[in-house]
């Protein structure tokens, strides 16, 4: 079969939908539901529907833009990704899978293609966490794994709920019906850029998704005595800082000596209060970020992590709270998904190889009513989340063939 990718095509809507931004290029800011997130949507739901595509969506505003096949009786067969995007990154993270599922769509429709399951699209609402502090909603939503009680419970920076922000943005309706069942399609398959620098080093264009790393964040708050910096001695004192710094270094030995290349450990933030030089810090907020492929591997540096809590507590007289703002589960590639993939990469003499996705993304979530698997392409220098972040027009094609070419063959299987 041939199929063929509209490159310039694709670069140009890949621009286009860059400049729903609020920032200047390179950079894209596109926050969850903001003006220039619903410019987008809109824009892109016009691009569904010329392609002939049955467009609906979702209380939460996932987007769903459905191919329909021969066979309407049989659970479908899906993709997509995500295109929001955090303060100041690039235009490839997510709108690859997005854009991507589009293209492979449309070349399948043009090389007289019809499938026996419908293909749907997804646009997942979300996946970034950077308005309401948790990352996939949408996708989360879908499967299950959040509760509708997000809806009262989840805020933003300005004190609104998701409910409030969603009712504004258009998107009414009870959270509960948003969630699909088990099997509602058959497979699910995800193209992204890696989002790392394997692919790129090793020369190879196209890396199977076998695994997605299981992740786990937290806030950890340590509260001590604060002070003038000089009227204090050193014996009598509680920093919080002090303590903190030792905690975030026994985080870092945790992962570096789990056993495993795969677990990994981030402290990405800080806040001291008060945030005076000349004044000890009183109280400290870190958000942690830990995961790895293997979910019990994982735990266990969790609870020595918790175990040097409490004994830095004790030792410094600070109080340390945590909260867990989650703990997902790895997910496992379907071996039928991947071997798709392996045969579609053969037809086409591409290399590839299977890798692990260290990132986690909506096909985590998916996974949990559907099999799935993710295609990933290089991305230069394994930059992302950066204005700087590139994947080349010919990666993408690339790509954009593999999936279209997986895409066809698991909607003709019957079974």
């Given at each position: 079969?041939?199929?063929?990718?509209?490159?310039?095509?694709?670069?140009?809507?890949?621009?286009?939908?860059?400049?729903?931004?609020?920032?200047?290029?390179?950079?894209?800011?596109?926050?969850?539901?903001?003006?220039?997130?619903?410019?987008?949507?809109?824009?892109?739901?016009?691009?569904?529907?010329?392609?002939?595509?049955?467009?609906?969506?979702?209380?939460?505003?996932?987007?769903?833009?459905?191919?329909?096949?021969?066979?309407?009786?049989?659970?479908?067969?899906?993709?997509g990704s995500h295109i929001d995007a955090i303060p100041h990154s690039g235009k490839?993270?997510?709108?690859?899978?997005?854009?991507?599922?589009?293209?492979?769509?449309?070349?399948?429709?043009?090389?007289?293609f019809r499938p026996v399951r419908s293909i749907e699209l997804i646009q997942f609402?979300?996946?970034?966490?950077?308005?309401?502090?948790?990352?996939?909603?949408?996708?989360?939503?879908?499967?299950?794994?959040?509760?509708?009680?997000?809806?009262?419970?989840?805020?933003?920076?300005?004190?609104?709920?998701?409910?409030?922000?969603?009712?504004?943005?258009?998107?009414?309706?009870?959270?509960?019906?948003?969630?699909?069942?088990?099997?509602?399609?058959?497979?699910?398959?995800?193209?992204?850029?890696?989002?790392?620098?394997?692919?790129?080093?090793?020369?190879?264009?196209?890396?199977?998704?076998?695994?997605?790393?299981?992740?786990?964040?937290?806030?950890?708050?340590?509260?001590?005595?604060?002070?003038?910096?000089?009227?204090?001695?050193?014996?009598?004192?509680?920093?919080?800082?002090?303590?903190?710094?030792?905690?975030?270094?026994?985080?870092?030995?945790?992962?570096?000596?789990?056993?495993?290349?795969?677990?990994?450990?981030?402290?990405?933030?800080?806040?001291?209060?008060?945030?005076?030089?000349?004044?000890?810090?009183?109280?400290?907020?870190?958000?942690?970020?830990?995961?790895?492929?293997?979910?019990?591997?994982?735990?266990?540096?969790?609870?020595?992590?918790?175990?040097?809590?409490?004994?830095?507590?004790?030792?410094?007289?600070?109080?340390?709270?945590?909260?867990?703002?989650?703990?997902?589960?790895?997910?496992?590639?379907?071996?039928?998904?991947?071997?798709?993939?392996?045969?579609?990469?053969?037809?086409?003499?591409?290399?590839?190889?299977?890798?692990?996705?260290?990132?986690?993304?909506?096909?985590?979530?998916?996974?949990?009513?559907?099999?799935?698997?993710?295609?990933?392409?290089?991305?230069?220098?394994?930059?992302?989340?950066?204005?700087?972040?590139?994947?080349?027009?010919?990666?993408?094609?690339?790509?954009?063939?593999?999936?279209?070419?997986?895409?066809?063959?698991?909607?003709?299987?019957?079974?």
């Amino acid at each position: 079969m041939q199929i063929d990718v509209d490159q310039q095509r694709i670069a140009q809507e890949i621009d286009t939908l860059a400049t729903f931004s609020d920032v200047e290029p390179p950079a894209v800011t596109r926050i969850v539901f903001s003006e220039q997130d619903l410019r987008a949507r809109s824009w892109f739901k016009e691009r569904c529907i010329a392609a002939g595509l049955a467009v609906r969506e979702d209380a939460v505003g996932n987007t769903f833009a459905r191919w329909e096949g021969s066979r309407l009786d049989l659970p479908a067969v899906a993709t997509g990704s995500h295109i929001d995007a955090i303060p100041h990154s690039g235009k490839f993270d997510g709108v690859v899978g997005v854009l991507g599922g589009l293209e492979a769509i449309r070349a399948l429709q043009n090389s007289g293609f019809r499938p026996v399951r419908s293909i749907e699209l997804i646009q997942f609402t979300s996946e970034e966490p950077t308005r309401f502090g948790v990352g996939c909603i949408g996708s989360r939503l879908l499967s299950g794994a959040l509760s509708s009680s997000v809806d009262e419970t989840l805020r933003d920076d300005s004190g609104d709920t998701l409910k409030v922000v969603r009712d504004g943005a258009g998107f009414a309706g009870d959270l509960t019906t948003v969630r699909l069942p088990e099997n509602f399609y058959s497979a699910f398959v995800e193209l992204h850029i890696e989002q790392g620098p394997n692919l790129e080093r090793e020369n190879i264009i196209i890396g199977i998704v076998t695994s997605i790393a299981a992740p786990a964040s937290f806030l950890v708050t340590l509260e001590g005595n604060g002070g003038h910096a000089g009227g204090t001695f050193m014996p009598g004192r509680r920093d919080a800082l002090c303590a903190a710094s030792e905690l975030i270094l026994a985080i870092e030995r945790f992962a570096r000596s789990s056993g495993a290349v795969d677990t990994v450990a981030t402290v990405g933030t800080c806040e001291v209060h008060p945030g005076a030089i000349n004044s000890i810090p009183s109280r400290v907020k870190l958000g942690v970020d830990l995961r790895d492929i293997d979910g019990d591997r994982r735990d266990r540096v969790l609870e020595e992590i918790k175990n040097a809590m409490q004994e830095i507590s004790q030792r410094r007289v600070v109080r340390i709270e945590t909260v867990m703002l989650n703990a997902d589960p790895p997910a496992l590639s379907s071996p039928r998904i991947v071997s798709a993939i392996e045969a579609a990469c053969g037809e086409m003499k591409i290399a590839s190889r299977q890798i692990v996705s260290r990132a986690y993304h909506d096909s985590s979530f998916m996974s949990r009513i559907a099999p799935v698997a993710m295609i990933f392409i290089p991305c230069r220098d394994g930059v992302s989340h950066r204005p700087d972040e590139y994947a080349s027009i010919s990666d993408i094609a690339a790509g954009v063939q593999v999936l279209a070419r997986s895409l066809a063959e698991l909607s003709c299987d019957p079974a």
